[in-house]
């Protein structure tokens, strides 16, 4: 008699146990796998692919709106998540990064009132303007293959990432 409810409670925690799992893993597969720079360096040594990067500040409205509504679909999650190698990028950010041996940093921090980290002057300047959202497609060896200044809703961006 005393094993029929031991069994029975293992039996509750195992699948109480599931179902709380589940719900974690296929949250993590409706969004978008964002890397770092470091993280990304890593991934193309191991296993060259594209690279998608977006260039976003906080303040921009319409790379909210992208986080909101284009990052969201499931189409876009599943093509970045499939081709292509996704980073975000905080144009602004005070952090040092190291990438393909070098150093970079915002040098303009206390020079700019919008200070833009060297990376994104060294992808994402149009006409030597910085103006976010900045998207940038790569190829798999690092090539700059096209640059989108401005907010895209999701047809667009999946045309464009399938070229």
């Not at 709380?20 to 993590?28: D, G, H, I, S, T």
């Not at 206390?110 to 992808?123: F, Y």
């Amino acid at each position: 008699m005393i094993r029929k409810p031991l069994i029975f409670a293992g039996l509750l925690l195992t699948i109480s146990s599931f179902l709380c799992v589940a719900p974690l893993r296929a949250q993590e597969a409706e969004s978008v796998r964002w890397l770092s720079f470091e993280q990304l360096e890593d991934s193309l040594a191991a296993n060259p692919k594209k690279v998608f990067i977006d260039f976003y500040t906080d303040w921009c409205t319409y790379c909210r709106k992208m986080d909101r509504v284009v990052f969201t679909k499931p189409e876009v999650i599943d093509l970045l998540n499939d081709q292509y190698y996704a980073v975000r990028f905080d144009a602004e950010t005070e952090s040092e990064v190291i990438f393909g041996g070098q150093k970079f940093i915002n040098d303009q921090i206390k020079k700019s009132r919008n200070p833009v980290h060297q990376i994104a002057q060294l992808l994402a300047l149009s006409e030597g303007q910085f103006a976010p959202p900045t998207l940038v497609i790569l190829d798999k060896d690092f090539r700059v293959t096209a640059r989108y200044f401005e907010y895209m809703h999701s047809r667009k961006l999946l045309k464009a990432l399938e070229q």
